[in-house]
């Protein structure tokens, strides 16, 4: 990882974030806001939710109050024709896509007999397809980024790759769906680096307090850490040169990399050592 940290801005650059009205997605949305980049908000909450925080246009006005530019859409990115429709406004609007943040994934934690084709096909739908297709629907941007000289970067919120069968025993669809979106950034990064563009994977090393984790019965998030610690490292690794391909990034160790030494103020809880560590990591 490059870690020369002067003169790294995002200024300018224009973002394509996925699930971006809340939680990680809007975090990172509004870390690369303070730099002055364009983002697009993609995400299918438009009107608000009792249930679920925040919606595409309050996004908007977060990133607009740090001094980015935001273009909320609502996308189901399931849809192949709402995926092209978003990608032809966003180029539109801002000339062009520089980075795209494959973040919206859905989750159950159940296993077999509890898991409905409907909950399998959306964990799939969403994670594995949704990441692929906006991957590649971006990707003639992406190209044109590259060839401007932009840096161009696609950052996939999966975890590492592990065969290990303590991690699809307890909810084998869900792993499918998060691997999938592993397995995209695996063969990209691959297949991209021809083309000057970077693909990576970012993942945490704790529990993220989100609204998905809240729904989550047992979890106790003030066990957990806030979504800023995984914005804060996707800043880093959307900062370095496009040359940083095919890594699955764990953020805390994105940020130590970097010359971060205490890590306590992204907790729930100041002064908690004891968080809940989030899976796939062995």
């Known amino acids: 990882m490059d870690t020369n940290n002067s003169a790294r801005s995002l200024a300018g650059k ?5 699930g971006a009205s809340r939680g990680i997605g809007l975090e990172v949305a509004k870390r690369c806001a303070r730099d ?3 983002i697009v908000i993609v995400a299918k909450t438009a009107d608000p939710n009792p249930k679920l925080p925040g919606t595409i246009h309050s996004a908007a006005a977060e990133v607009e109050a740090l001094g980015g530019k935001a273009l909320p859409l609502a996308v189901d990115i399931r ?3 709402a995926v092209a429709a978003a990608v032809a406004q966003a180029v539109a609007t801002f000339g062009g896509i520089d980075i795209l943040v494959n973040n919206a994934s859905a989750i159950s934690l159940t296993g077999t007999p509890d898991t ?3 909950r399998f096909d959306l964990m799939n739908g969403i994670n594995a397809r949704g990441t692929y297709l906006c991957t590649a629907t971006c990707l003639p941007e992406l190209r044109k980024s590259a060839q401007a000289g932009r840096n161009p970067q696609v950052l996939t ?3 590492p790759l592990s065969l290990q069968p303590h991690w699809f025993a307890p909810h084998t669809a869900y792993t499918m769906a998060k691997y999938g979106m592993s397995m995209c950034t695996l063969g990209h990064a691959a297949e991209f680096k021809k083309w000057g563009i970077a693909v990576n994977s970012l993942w945490p090393r704790t529990a993220i307090a989100t609204a998905a984790m809240q729904m989550i019965p047992g979890v106790d998030v003030a066990l957990c850490r806030k979504p ?3 914005a804060d490292a996707a800043w880093y690794i959307l900062t370095q040169p496009s040359t940083e391909t095919g890594n699955f990034y764990i953020d805390d160790a994105v940020l130590a990399q970097n010359g971060m030494t205490d890590f306590d103020a992204y907790a729930m809880t100041p002064g908690n050592k004891n968080l809940l560590p989030d899976f796939f990591l062995d």
């Not at 224009?14 to 996925?18: A, D, G, K, R």
């Open 116 to 118: 409905p084709m409907k």
């Open 36 to 38: 002055g980049a364009n």
């Open 14 to 18: 224009t973002l394509f974030i996925t």
């Open 79 to 81: 849809d192949d024709a």
């Open 228 to 230: 800023e610690i995984m």
């Open 157 to 159: 919120m999966s975890p």
